[in-house]
C-alpha cells in the first residue's frame, strides 16, 4: 500500500469515528493541547463537518506554564477558523502555589491537569470528549479503546472497556458515565507528520529547530521560556539548536538538538530515530506519577 494510500485509510477511518462520535453524543467536545496530534484531530473535524463550522467547543487545559509561543498560536487559530474556545484554568490550585518548579510532577500533573480536566468536562456537563491520543504513544495507551468509557468521577478501568467488533462503536452511558474517543488510536508518529506534511497543516513554531535558550536538566534539556524557571546550582542558560517532539509545560517537557527546520525534515528524522518521542517528558515517569496511574484518575 502506498504511503498516499495509508494515509487515506486513516484519514477515512479518523472522520468516520468523528461523524459517529458526534451522532451519538449529547454534548460533545474536542480536547485541543495545541501540539501536534490534536491539530491533526481538529483538521480532521473540520474536514468531516466541512462546509459547517465545527459543531463543538473545543477545550484546552490551561495551566499557566504553556510556552508562550503555544498561546499565541492558539488564540490566532481560534480566530482563524472561528473555534469556540475554552481555556480552563484551576484557580484555586493556581492561588494555592501549584506549580512545576514548587512541585513534584505527579502533585503538579493532578491539580493542574487531571483536577482541572475533570471539573472542565463535569462544569460544561459534557458527556464525549475527543482526544488526539495513539496507542503507540506509550504503553498505557495502547490498552485504550477507541471509545474508551469512563465510570462516575471520570475513573478509567480497562478491565471495563467494551470489545468494538467489526469497528462498531456503542456510546450508550449509564448515569455518571461518560466517554474519551480518541480517533486517531491507529496513527503512528510518522503517520501525524506525513499527515501533517500532505496537509499543510499548520504548527506551534516550537516543533521546527531554532536557537532557543536551554538548561540541562537531570539530562534532558529544558527551554528557558520566561523568568519563573529558577536555576539550580551549576546550571548554565546554554543557546543550542533544539525542536520539541512533544509540548506541554515547558519545566516538564524536554527538547532535543536537531537540524530539522521544516516538516519534510522532521519526518526524515522520525524515520531515522529509534527513540520515542515522549523521552522527554517527565511527566510520564514510573510509580506514583505514571501514565496509566493518572488515566486512573482521569487524566486525557
Not at 546550582?233 to 519545566?251: D, I, K
Request: aromatic share 8%; with cysteine; glycine share 6%.
Amino acid at each position: 500500500m502506498s504511503e498516499r494510500s495509508v494515509l487515506d485509510e486513516l484519514e477515512a477511518e479518523s472522520v468516520h469515528i468523528l461523524r459517529d462520535a458526534v451522532a451519538q453524543a449529547k454534548r460533545p467536545v474536542l480536547l485541543y493541547s495545541v501540539g501536534k496530534d490534536s491539530s491533526v484531530l481538529l483538521h480532521l473535524a473540520r474536514k468531516a463537518f466541512h462546509p459547517a463550522p465545527v459543531p463543538f467547543p473545543v477545550l484546552h487545559i490551561d495551566t499557566t506554564w504553556n510556552p508562550h509561543e503555544m498561546i499565541t498560536f492558539r488564540d490566532a487559530l481560534v480566530a482563524r477558523y472561528g473555534l469556540d474556545l475554552i481555556a480552563w484554568i484551576n484557580h484555586e490550585g493556581l492561588d494555592a502555589g501549584y506549580s512545576p518548579i514548587t512541585h513534584p510532577s505527579d502533585v503538579y500533573t493532578d491539580v493542574m491537569l487531571t483536577q482541572a480536566l475533570r471539573a472542565a468536562l463535569d462544569h460544561h456537563r459534557f458527556d464525549l470528549a475527543l482526544g488526539g491520543a495513539r496507542r503507540d504513544e506509550e504503553r498505557s495507551r495502547a490498552k485504550e479503546r477507541v471509545f474508551s468509557v469512563r465510570g462516575p468521577g471520570h475513573v478509567w478501568d480497562p478491565r471495563r472497556q467494551r470489545p468494538e467488533l467489526w469497528r462498531l462503536n456503542n456510546a450508550r452511558l449509564a448515569e455518571g458515565e461518560t466517554v474519551r474517543v480518541f480517533p486517531l488510536s491507529n496513527w503512528t508518529e510518522l503517520d501525524v507528520w506525513r499527515y501533517i506534511e500532505r496537509e499543510g497543516i499548520p504548527l506551534v513554531p516550537l516543533y521546527l529547530a531554532e536557537e532557543r535558550r536551554v538548561i540541562e536538566r537531570d539530562g534532558t534539556l529544558i527551554m528557558v521560556d520566561d523568568d519563573r524557571l529558577v536555576l539550580r546550582e551549576g546550571e548554565v542558560v546554554e543557546h543550542r539548536r533544539v525542536r520539541f517532539r512533544t509540548l506541554g509545560c515547558y519545566p516538564l517537557s524536554g527538547c532535543v538538538e536537531s537540524t530539522a527546520t521544516t516538516v519534510d525534515a522532521i519526518v526524515r528524522e522520525i524515520e531515522a530515530s529509534s527513540l520515542s518521542e515522549r523521552q522527554g517528558r517527565l511527566i510520564d515517569g514510573e510509580g506514583n506519577a505514571s501514565m496509566e496511574a493518572k488515566k486512573r484518575e482521569g487524566y486525557f
